[in-house]
């Protein structure tokens, strides 16, 4: 995971994401946050040449502002030196001479600088608009049924152990292990007649199918699956002239890591 914050390039290496939240409204684009840790952090700033370079030997005047694995470029303006958008991979650094061991030779004057490299990328596709999103319940006799809600949070929860004890020759956190994942839904509803079964279905354990589809076309479809939801006892909330329940739930697994599934097709 790469990030460039103003004269620094930061890289978060060996990053595994815990936890994630989905929210549907009736407004804007749909939205998946996402949050986690990583093992090692890199880091390349901005700095000049210490003596010309014509090899893969590159002196500078700091060499504690990079890291090995990072990626840099030279000069700026119309003498940027960018490897062709590919950028220079640093492969080792020896702190005592300020020397940065480069995997391709590197032909550069002193004083040139150097910085942090992250390629220029197009972005692909178009963001998913809510407005084009479909609910729909399914419980234990069949019959998928469409829902009109005012708002459906995913929680998605999926912890992990990261192996900060252990003594190893890297200095960094080279392994994790898997911890119990949670789910978690929530949604605000407002409430109609038939709306009395959200309250049957809640002191009968009945499981409900929770799919929710964002279509923009073919080629741009996500489809949120929660098979095995089982949902709490509503709490009803008055906004006048309106009557709303406000619905918790947790979503279960039949056999495996079934619980939950988010398809892109």
């Known amino acids: 995971l790469w990030v460039k914050k103003s004269h620094t390039v930061f890289a978060a290496i060996g990053a595994c994401a815990e936890a994630g939240k989905l929210n549907f409204t009736n407004k804007g684009g749909s939205k998946f946050d996402l949050s986690g840790g990583f093992m090692q952090l890199g880091w390349a700033g901005t700095d000049t040449l210490d003596g010309a370079s014509s090899s893969t030997e590159v002196v500078v005047t700091n060499a504690k502002l990079f890291t090995a694995g990072m990626y840099v470029s030279f000069g700026t303006g119309a003498g940027l030196n960018d490897n062709a958008n590919a950028g220079y991979r640093i492969a080792s650094i020896v702190q005592a001479t300020n020397t940065l061991t480069m995997d391709d030779t590197i032909t550069e004057d002193s004083g040139t600088s150097i910085q942090g490299f992250l390629p220029t990328l197009a972005r692909v596709g178009a963001p998913l608009e809510n407005k084009n999103l479909t609910i729909t319940f399914e419980g234990d006799t069949g019959g998928a049924v469409s829902k009109n809600l005012k708002s459906l949070t995913v929680d998605i929860n999926s912890p992990v152990a990261w192996q900060t004890d252990e003594i190893t020759t890297s200095g960094h956190v080279s392994e994790y292990i898997e911890d119990r994942r949670s789910i978690k839904l929530s949604l605000d509803v407002l409430f ?48 006048m002239p309106t009557v709303s329940l406000s619905i918790a739930g947790i979503a279960l697994g039949s056999s495996g890591e079934d619980s939950c599934s988010i398809v892109f097709t």
Do not use: H, W
């Open 192 to 239: 109609r007649e038939q709306d009395l079964t959200y309250f049957y279905d809640a002191t009968q354990n009945t499981k409900v199918n929770v799919i929710a589809v964002n279509s923009g076309g073919t080629g741009s479809i996500c489809t949120v699956n929660l098979p095995y939801c089982e949902l709490e006892i509503p709490s009803v909330t008055t906004s």
